[in-house]
């Protein structure tokens, strides 16, 4: 369209040149010429990615790359208002990389937005950078010569307790083809009001063997926390036109000295006294993470991607509850755990043709946890979980189509103590796009895998959980089959609208699920896990984004419907309505936004619950100039209570409902503060180091 335009000018301007040179000024009459504009296209879609680019009002009011995407408002995403994940619409993780680099929640709470040039959003990307994920968001940063900058973040959080903050700093320095990052983080929370409320109905025995039921009530009423995290994480990156080489590592130090609930314990029937109980669930947790990304650009078309990483980490965890009830005793279950991890992958991409390509891809990695009780239930467990597979991957792409399909065959062996699992299956993906303009895709994906139970769910042991239920794992709990349908359609018929249709089905078969038993001679009940039934999910749904007054005004809304259906032990059907809506307004340097999101309901199939949680509200406002933005945020001002989700299960020996009270849907202030200065010349920002995760940890809690 641009190059039109640029033509039709040039050729009017020809025009106007040769009649000044054929006619006299007499004979030349002025005329109006109508206004060209010309205006630069925003967002498009293809067959491969869709990509933004965000306006100047955008980029000065977002605080960091989520902020970002929620005033982009990309019709395929979805951000949730309560903990700020990044999900498509259908609810599947989408992988946020910096520069075709994976960032961390850190690095994307510190990104510098005004240095974003565009972001990509690609389904099942065949770009060896991605490392295989699914779904991706990629920023385009802008790249400077050298320079540095320092940003400073404060978070405070108000209403929700005695503190609640969280401070950043990162520094970055970048000369020729190196840039290093430095993180140094804190966040510290000191707050009540967070515990649960268990309605337990317990279906044991008397003792000459008949029936008895037993209703216990165990009322949160009050809590302690405090819990503070320490981050460091340094990272060196080269970077040049044929390789790429990034290396991370990182140390957190993570403790929660006073984690106590304590409450009301009533039994009906008993007789007519109540009792109070304690719990307390202190930890302490320290780890070292290294990740590596090395890419390299290689004679005859071929490109290479290397990702290994590790991480060590040492946990102790402590749990004890007691009841002032007669004939009871005190319940404490120490355990110290170190967790090793060590994965990685290689893949070798080799660009055909310039419509195909093809990769393959090996990758690796173990898990070990030595995990040893103490106390009520002392043992003491070696947990080894190994995996490995190689995938074959094949892409054909014309300007119209895009074509994906991969293989993999994955082996898994899972190890505890002396018993042993192992297990061989097959993971297909294939997906598809079509798009006839820039304004226009269609796009269909195809998963087969598998859902492998974590090590806590296989543990052996028997803990005691209370007077009446104690609780263990499965060592020979198998892996469940899952298979993943998903079609949608994006249409951009200009920068002032987007919209997107889509419908998924997910469904798990043999799933393992919780189960319980008679425990000691029907006095107690046992929870155990076994493989049954079977889990379906059936979503459909629209995303719209329009702007209004020149884009000072951005109206966004995503309604979409639910059907679940889940077979077997737990016979769950359930179809919940979910809508998530925004309204912002951009006036000189202040920035106004209202967003709402409906009570979600799911059903967590590998437990068996019926999941509620509350509708969310927010309203903010900021102001942004230079390198600052300050922002005052009010979340569901009108709500006084403290309950954030119910839980309900339901089983033939026990059923439970669950009340969760905690800060997050509570009325809360949120003030935040962004600072940024810049040193040297061309400062590049964006792309900061942030906190690194651990290994899963095999603590049964």
């Known amino acids: 369209m641009l190059n039109r335009i640029l033509t039709s000018i040039f050729c009017a301007t020809i025009a106007i040149a040769t009649v000044a040179q054929t006619e006299t000024p007499d004979s030349i009459e002025a005329k109006e010429l109508d206004e060209v504009v010309v205006e630069a296209q925003n967002q498009r879609t293809d067959a491969k990615l869709s990509t933004y680019t965000p306006t100047g009002k955008q980029k000065s009011s977002a605080q960091n790359a989520i902020d970002l995407l929620r005033q982009l408002a990309i019709p395929q995403i979805n951000i949730n208002l309560v903990d700020n994940a990044v999900t498509t619409q259908t609810g599947q993780n989408v992988a946020i990389f910096i520069n075709y680099l994976p960032a961390s929640a850190e690095e994307i709470e510190g990104l510098f937005t005004a240095d974003v040039r565009r972001v990509e959003y690609l389904d099942f990307p065949t770009d060896p950078r991605f490392q295989g994920n699914e779904h991706v968001v990629n920023f385009i940063m802008q790249k400077y010569e ?23 700093v990162y520094s970055k320095f970048a000369y020729k083809r190196m840039t290093y990052d430095l993180y140094a983080g804190a966040s510290n929370h000191n707050i009540n009001h967070s515990g649960t409320s268990i309605i337990g109905n317990y279906n044991l025995l ?31 990156i080269y970077d040049s036109d044929k390789t790429q080489i990034a290396n991370t590592v990182g140390f957190n130090f993570d403790k929660s000295p006073t984690a106590e609930t304590s409450g009301s314990l009533i039994y009906i029937p008993g007789n007519g006294n109540d009792y109070s109980y304690n719990r307390a669930e202190p930890y302490t947790s320290r780890y070292l993470a290294w990740q590596g990304n090395y890419y390299f650009i290689l004679p005859r078309n071929f490109h290479l991607s290397v990702t290994p990483s590790m991480n060590y980490g040492h946990t102790n965890y402590s749990y004890s509850y007691a009841t002032s009830q007669p004939g009871t005793s005190e319940i404490l279950n120490q355990s110290k755990e170190n967790a090793f991890q060590f994965k990685g992958s290689v893949t070798l991409y080799k660009l055909i043709t310039n419509r195909q390509n093809a990769f393959f891809r090996a990758y690796f990695g173990s898990t070990s946890n030595d995990v040893n009780y103490y106390g009520t239930s002392p043992y003491a467990n070696d947990f080894s979980d190994t995996y490995a597979g190689a995938t074959l991957g094949y892409n054909f792409a014309t300007q119209k189509w895009n074509l994906n399909i991969d293989a993999a065959l994955q082996w898994e062996h899972n190890e505890i103590n002396s018993e042993s699992v192992t297990e061989v299956y097959p993971l297909i993906n294939f997906s598809a796009g079509f798009s006839p303009s820039q304004k226009h895709s269609l796009r269909a994906y195809f998963h087969f895998g598998a859902n492998y139970p974590g090590a806590s769910n296989k543990t052996p042991n028997i803990l005691q959980q209370n007077e009446l239920m104690y609780y263990t794992g499965n060592p020979n709990l198998g892996l469940s089959r899952q298979i993943t349908f998903n079609l949608s359609y994006n249409w951009m018929p200009s920068n002032k609208f987007s919209a997107s249709a889509f419908a998924q089905y997910f469904g798990e078969y043999n799933l393992f699920v919780p189960v319980y038993q008679h425990y000691l001679d029907g006095t107690a009940l046992l929870r155990t896990y076994t493989d049954d039934g079977d889990y379906n999910r059936t979503q459909i749904g629209m995303s719209f984004n329009y702007k209004l007054l020149g884009g000072a005004l951005q109206l966004v809304a995503s309604p979409s419907i639910s059907f679940y259906r889940m077979t077997g032990l737990f016979d769950i059907s359930r179809s919940p309505f979910i809508c998530n809506a925004s309204a912002t307004y951009y006036l000189g340097n202040f ?66 409902t669950r009340f969760v009270d905690g800060n997050n849907f509570h009325r809360r202030l949120n003030l935040s503060v962004t600072y940024t200065f810049g040193y040297g010349k061309k400062v590049q920002r964006g792309n900061e180091v942030g906190e690194q995760s651990n290994a899963s940890s095999a603590i049964m809690k």
């Open 146 to 168: 050298y320079g540095g900058y320092t940003k400073a973040t404060v978070s405070e959080n108000f209403l929700v307790g005695k503190l609640s903050s969280r401070a950043s």
């Open 206 to 236: 008397n003792p000459d063997g008949s029936p008895m039921h037993i209703k216990r009530n165990e009322l949160f009423e009050n809590s302690h926390f405090k819990y503070n995290q320490y981050p460091v994480t340094l990272r060196a």
């Open 591 to 656: 920035y106004f936004q209202a967003s709402y999101q409906t009570r979600n309901l799911t059903v967590q199939g590998n437990r068996g619950v019926i999941y509620k949680d509350r509708d969310f509200y927010q309203i903010l406002a900021g102001w942004s100039r230079a390198n600052w933005n300050i922002r005052v945020s009010a979340m569901n001002l009108f709500r006084s209570d403290w309950l954030c989700a119910t839980n309900i299960l339901s089983t033939p020996l026990y059923s439970e």
